[in-house]
């Protein structure tokens, strides 16, 4: 037998693996200081969906995401991640109420902050009554917690995205980091399409699914503020250098993110694409921004510095 | 009195019949049906360009819309049937009677209408087949290609997708037959000259560029552990061993996965310019990254890859390129080139009988073979010594002596016991017999045959059928490396333990190769971004291929 | 038909306008507490440029008034559309469903009443969104239409109505809802909405979210409160 | 969806200290493997729902195969599959061994 082909330092490995491509798990055994993560309910405890076998489908042993405890460069955080290969990383009963109760518990702590790794398309079909709730409930459980003083940073690059009730709780989070293939949306693709014509939406048109929704457009629109590099020490970094930029939670947060939504649609209302958008931001070159390298993304977003600082 | 150029003189009235809905040779779009109806008779061979990749699609709708007491019973001579307007010539009427080589998209409903009776099928064919016969019993009267731009004179740049295009205008122009070509544009000078103006009669500016299918594009993205385990076995048992040097790729994802390990797992093994230096093969993307770290010396294409111009444009030390920059295709001398000058053949397929026979037929689709038959194929004639095919032919045989002894090429067969939907690929039968049974053909679609094949490789293990010296032993080598599925779990466990002592059948730690190791961080490449990235940002995909 | 509810709602009076499918304005109680009333009308689409103009007038609101807010919703989904995603539906929604809930949390109970359809992200950042939400006999709420689910899991209509017979958790419908905890209770059509209203308003419950437990109570979620409950434990017993 | 169980005497313990890993994930073609260390040194479990039914003589082999060669005494599997190839199963169960034996809680 050859020896191990990768022997390789925890950071060297966080920087080399994908984290569109890594399992819920590896991202956070990679995100987190080495061998801190402390899970609650894990796979052992069988806890699975009661609803799938009504539709005779397969359960995972931890109904699609992991939640725990670990340490991030010695800091307690609560995480929470979402396996996206599982039907979908949609939200059911039982995926649901583990977020909900660690946002719980991060509220009455109130000085611990919590990392949630999104990947879903949003309600898990099959119970789609009790995903519903259970993104409601997520909702409700976000703002008590910031309104306690908690920090609750999303990351967004997995394969299934941020959809559905998944964006609507990103839009609660204190701070995004996305990267180039996550994706922020409500409806999907193939949700539009189908509901109003390859003519509004074609779903197969994936650089413009990409521009409509993906990450560098919500980094350029300021919907997120860091845009981390398709690995997971980028997340990582991200993740730190979030924590140290919110601050606490109050109406004027409120206030300003209207004012931001609203000066928003007043820009950019009329703008049919993205690539208008960017333009009318005054990005000289909208149409080569897809193909431009992190670093020099990175660069230009901080350029044209729109962000939600203090405004969400 | 005999006259002995009655063609001569029936081309040029066809010609004549034809310009008066021309100007000079430009013809107007909307007038294309109206020049096909007096240039073509009923009866007549047509060559509509479907090749694996460029499409006439223009002219193919053209020619569907003809007047049918006009224009019928034609007898279809092309190498893919590819556009649905392609059968839709056989269900309205216009056609009759077909020949071809490749049906990838329309293999269910070519099947459908083959059982209908609706086709009347000649035969299915290589390539390299279907172009010789255009020399001697299958010559088009009537030739619609399709070119990038053309002059006024009528001068054709087909661009980097020349594929097929320079043998059907040969066969055609020389032969008394009407070459008609649709062209994106119209220029004043063509950037160069792929076909010469004289043996094109007219053409017609399309609305909209013809149709370019991104065939040769695997993401690396959806590259399984299962197939990274399997090229390894590859490079180790197979490219390692023998100094494969010239070669052609199959499509597929496991060869896919070959071209991304190259600089990796290959490099580490120390293999860098002792193996995959020369290729007979498309453009493919995933080679990118080996040929970015120096693996690749020259590489000569079927036709060409969307997204792949201006990278190819950036290296054509390694590609054939033209005066003005951009790639030379040719299919028939790339197909030439796969079965004399190179020493190794890799690729998939669908089914794998007991003799090692394989197809892509099943019984509800003809996909037909393109030019796989030719590439996995041992050319028996003559043939120049190297290394892999002295060393290959002296496995098969190693009594004679050795400066009468044929040297073999390899044909090597590579999958996963499992394919698509938990389909085996390891069958007792192949569809194949009973399809020809059905359709009462003279000779079942065979793909690539048993006697040509010299390994099999699987995620259990490398074959060498070369070694084999009873049928009972190939057979017994062949289930040995067949998995779990019906024919792997009904082998002979005490023969296939003596062929492995021999060397027959080797598994993974007989390679050294430890399976937890075949994880996708091993590939150069995991994404079409990272593609991207390894071209210096020169290859662009095509949207659908995109994530950003 | 709104206007029926909203008169019933509101004997005494009030200041309701219905604007392009968005619901504005206010009402005076009967015990004379100004209550402000937004919502949507028509089964509108939810869309940016309806939502930012409903969190507009509850943020307009605080500070100014101090009543508490109802929330009327007869929508459609949210608007699924290039230009909304475009501009970030998901931050204009998830932006009135937190000004909705820190009102609730900072004392302006909030009160969702659904008299219609709703679905999906519409009811997320609606009716979801506020404290007791209340559904009049007749809504139909529908997370995920039935066609729609039989061409995903590629069952037939038939199959899925039958599968629905025994469990909420999948099939739309008020009934459904409420079980499951989402919906608290169901008003009745003959009596004066006024009462209903003021009597809810009277014993309201605290603002803690206990949609779960309510759920495990009424047989419609049996786990969720329970793992919730036990995932918190752990977590606090970690630090 | 199916059930299939297979318990197997077992050459050796496995090695290693952990008392239980995870790999894979249910997705079409995929699986999850829960390994716990269990059972008696001699014995080996092996527990299966799959979606896939009628291939209990694959998972057979499979499994006979797996024992035979990885000797995980001691261990139970607890196997989810969403209609995953022989290979993949078997590639999975390897990873699930070599991850319990590796040093951790």
Redesign the interface.
Known sequence: ??A???DVAPAERAR???F??A?A?TRLELLLDA?SL?E?????Q??VS??L??????????DGIV?G?GRLDGS?V?VAAQ?G??MGGAFG??H???L???L???R??GT?PVLVLFDTGG?R?????????????I???V??AR?AGVKVIGLIGGRSG?Y??G??????CSALAVS??GR????GPE??ET??GVE??DS?????V?R???G???RL?G?ADVFAD?NVQDFREAALELLGLVGPFG?DR??A??DR??G??RS??A????ID?WTAEGIADAQAV??L?ADQFIALANRIGRT?RDA? | MTSWQNNRAARDARIAAGSSVARGKIVEAHDVTRLLEAVVRPGDRVCLEGDNQKQADLLSRALLAVDLSRVNDLHMVQSGVVLPEHLDLFDRGVAKRLDYAYSGPQSARIARMLFGGKIELGAVHTYLELFARYFIDLTPHVALIAAVSADREGNLYTGPNTEDTPTVVEATAFKDGIVIAQVNEILETVPRVDIPADRVHFIVKADKPFFVEPLFTRDP?AITEGQILTAMLAIKGIYAPYSVQRLNHGIGFSTAAIELLLPTFGE?LGLKGRIATHFALNPHPALIPAIESGWVRQIHSFGSEVGMDDYIRARSDVYFTGPDGSLRSNRAFCQTAGLYACDMFIGSTLQIDLQGNSSTVTTSRIAGFGGAPNMGADARGRRHPSEPWLRAGAEADPDSPAPLRRGRKLVVQIGETFGDKNVPLFVENLDAIELAEKLKLELAPVMIYGDDVTHIVTEEGVANLLLCRTAQEREQAIRGVAGYTDVGRRRDRGMVARLRERGVIRRP?DL???PL?A????LAA??I?DL??WSG?LYAPP?????? | MLDEIIASLFPDGHEVRRDKGVILGSATLRSGVRMLVLGVADRTALG??EA?RL??HV?DS?GRDSGPILVLVDSDS?R????????????????L???L??AD??GRPTIGLLYGHSA??A???TG??TRVLVGLPGAEPA??DLPS?AK??K?SMEALQE?AK??????PGLS??AQ???VHMIWSNAASLADQLEALLVDLPAAR?Q??AL?KERG?????????????????Q?? | ?EDLSFRHPVRARAGGARR?A?VG???SG?L?V?V?RVLPDAECAVEI???AVGFGEVWSAVIGDFVERYSPGGLKF?I???GARPDTVSLRLAQAVRLIAEN?Q
Request: hydrophobic share 45%; net charge neutral.
């Open positions: 037998m050859t191990p082909l990768k080399s693996t994908s569109y491509e399992s798990r061998g402390i609650f309910i894990g796979p052992g069988r806890e009661p609803h076998k009504i539709f005779d489908l397969p359960e995972q042993f931890d939640v405890h307690p609560f396996e290969r599982f009963e039982v649901g109420a583990k909900t109760g660690l719980r518990a991060a009455e702590i611990v309600v079909l099959q119970e789609a009554n009790a995903g519903e709730l259970a993104i409601a409930e909702m409700r459980a703002m008590e309104s941020c559905g009730g964006g609507l709780i990103a839009g609660c180039e293939p922020i949306a409500v409806s949700v539009i509901n109003r509004e939406f197969r048109d994936r650089a413009l990409w409509t929704m993906g560098k457009h919500r629109l919907a398709d109406l409120l206030k993110e209207q939504l609203a928003r649609l950019f209302g703008c049919g694409d993205a958008i897809p193909e390298p939600s969400r | 993205a580490r730690e050294g190769i430890n190791d994880d996708r961080s091993l995991r994404s971004k991207v990235r940002g949207s659908k291929f995109r994530n950003w | 940016v440029d930012i969190s507009g943020l605080i949210q699924m559309s290039k230009r909304d995603e475009l501009l970030g539906l998901n931050e204009f929604l998830a932006h469903a937190k000004v809930i820190h949390t900072n999906a992200g009811l997320l950042a979801l969104a997370v995920m689910m995903v899991t069952l599968k025994s469990t909420p958790v999948f099939a459904n809802l499951m905890g989402a979210d949609r779960d759920g419609g979620r049996l786990k969720a409160a329970e793992i919730a409950e036990r995932v918190r434990d752990l977590a606090l970690v630090r | 969806m239980s995870i994930v249910v997705a995929n999850e829960l716990e729902k799959t979606a607890s989810n599959d969403g951790g």
